[in-house]
C-alpha cells in the first residue's frame, strides 16, 4: 500500500460516520497550526503548510474539488504568512509577531474582498458542479478560510473574527460531507478562537503606547 492510499484508508468509524487517516492527521496538525497561531509561533504557517498538504488527499478522497482547491491556495498563502512574520516577528518590543486591531480601510477591504470572493467562487461553483456539490457554503468557507489567513500574516485581530464566522458554517457542511473528524476539529476550533481572540485583544491593548496629560506618551 502505498502512502496516498494508506491517507486515504479508514482509521476508523465512529456513529456510522467513516474517518480517514487524511482527514484526521491534516485537521489535528490545522488544529496545532491555530494553537501555534494563538500562542503568535511563526511555527504556526509550517504546521499549516503540511495540514494543507495532507487535507488535499482528504478531500480528494471525498471527491470534493473545490476542497482541494482551497487546501492548494492555503498552501500557497501559508508559504506568504509565513514570510510576513519572519519579516515583522520583531515589530512586538518582546520579539514575538505584534498584533493590532485593522483598520476601518483595511476591515472594508477584508469585508469586500470576501463577499466579492465569495460570490464568485460560489459562482463558478454552481457552474461547474464537479467542483463541489454544495457550492455556496463550500465556497463561503473557502474565501473565508483566506481571508482569515490574511488578516493572520498582517497580525490583525479579525484573524479570530474570520475564523469564527467560517466555523458556523464549516461545522455542518463538515459532517454532512462526510468528513467527520473535520467536524469534530471545527468545534475543536470554535473554543481555540474564542481564547485566542481574547488574548490578541488583551495583548494589543498592553501594547497601546501610553498618554500623559491627554497627549501621546
Request: charged share 15%; glycine share 10%.
Given at each position: 500500500m502505498s502512502a496516498?492510499?494508506?491517507?486515504?484508508?479508514?482509521?476508523?468509524?465512529?456513529?456510522?460516520?467513516?474517518?480517514?487517516?487524511?482527514?484526521?492527521?491534516?485537521?489535528?496538525?490545522?488544529?496545532?497550526?491555530?494553537?501555534?497561531?494563538?500562542?503568535?509561533?511563526?511555527?504556526?504557517?509550517?504546521?499549516?503548510?503540511?495540514?494543507?498538504?495532507i487535507l488535499v488527499a482528504a478531500y480528494a478522497s471525498a471527491?470534493?474539488?473545490?476542497?482541494?482547491?482551497?487546501?492548494?491556495?492555503?498552501?500557497?498563502?501559508a508559504i506568504w504568512g509565513w514570510r510576513q512574520w519572519t519579516n515583522g516577528?520583531?515589530?512586538?518590543?518582546?520579539?514575538?509577531?505584534?498584533?493590532?486591531?485593522?483598520?476601518?480601510?483595511e476591515r472594508g477591504l477584508l469585508l469586500g474582498g470576501t463577499a466579492l470572493g465569495t460570490?464568485?467562487?460560489?459562482?463558478?461553483?454552481?457552474?461547474?458542479?464537479?467542483?463541489?456539490?454544495n457550492p455556496w457554503p463550500d465556497a463561503y468557507i473557502f474565501v473565508g478560510t483566506l481571508a482569515a489567513m490574511v488578516a493572520q500574516a498582517r497580525g490583525l485581530i479579525e484573524f479570530w473574527f474570520a475564523w469564527l464566522l467560517v466555523d458556523l458554517v464549516g461545522v455542518p457542511l463538515a459532517f454532512s460531507s462526510g468528513l467527520a473528524f473535520s467536524g469534530l476539529v471545527y468545534v475543536i476550533y470554535l473554543a481555540l478562537v474564542l481564547w485566542g481572540m481574547?488574548?490578541?485583544?488583551?495583548?494589543?491593548?498592553?501594547?497601546?503606547?501610553?498618554?500623559?496629560n491627554g497627549a501621546p506618551a
Open positions: 496516498l492510499d494508506w491517507l486515504q484508508s479508514e482509521a476508523f468509524a465512529v456513529l456510522g460516520q467513516r474517518v480517514i487517516w487524511s482527514d484526521m492527521i491534516g485537521n489535528t496538525i490545522g488544529l496545532i497550526a491555530l494553537a501555534l497561531g494563538w500562542r503568535r509561533s511563526i511555527w504556526t504557517w509550517p504546521a499549516q503548510l503540511v495540514s494543507g498538504v471527491e470534493l474539488a473545490g476542497g482541494v482547491g482551497k487546501q492548494l491556495l492555503v498552501i500557497g498563502v516577528r520583531q515589530q512586538a518590543q518582546d520579539g514575538s509577531i505584534a498584533v493590532r486591531f485593522a483598520t476601518w480601510r460570490a464568485a467562487v460560489g459562482l463558478l461553483f454552481t457552474a461547474v458542479p464537479s467542483l463541489s456539490w481574547r488574548d490578541w485583544w488583551l495583548r494589543s491593548r498592553a501594547a497601546t503606547p501610553p498618554t500623559l
